[in-house]
């Protein structure tokens, strides 16, 4: 999740080896903004790259020596606000954090 101001609003993105989807919840209603396949085979982890900006948001995964762009969300209108971001596990997957880097530019 980013962009998490409180429960019913935050922008939430869901991966897994199969497909990526991108959507918004506002005022607790789901909205779906993309739902793309893609081939991460069968690797047990993967590397995800987030890129914040005032107005663009982009989400990347390590494919081989690649960087494969998954979305890429531009602000038409107020500068993205500082929120929160979350992690959460929907199932029986692990998650793992390693490596987190914060950069800013």
């Known amino acids: 999740m980013l962009q998490y101001l409180d429960s019913k609003n935050y922008l939430l993105y869901e991966m897994d080896r199969k497909s990526f ?3 918004v919840i506002q005022k607790g209603t789901r ?3 993309v739902k793309a ?3 991460l085979g069968n690797q047990k982890a993967f590397t995800i790259q987030i890129e914040v900006t005032a107005d663009r948001l982009v989400q990347k995964v ?5 960087w494969k762009v998954l979305d890429t969300f531009c602000r038409g209108g107020p500068r993205f606000h500082p929120g929160q971001v979350r992690v959460s596990d929907q199932g029986n997957d692990e998650i793992a954090i390693s490596d987190f880097q914060f950069l800013p530019k």
């Open 62 to 66: 390590r494919v081989g020596d690649q």
């Open 31 to 33: 909205l779906e903004r």
């Open 21 to 23: 989807w991108a959507g």
């Open 37 to 39: 396949p893609q081939n």
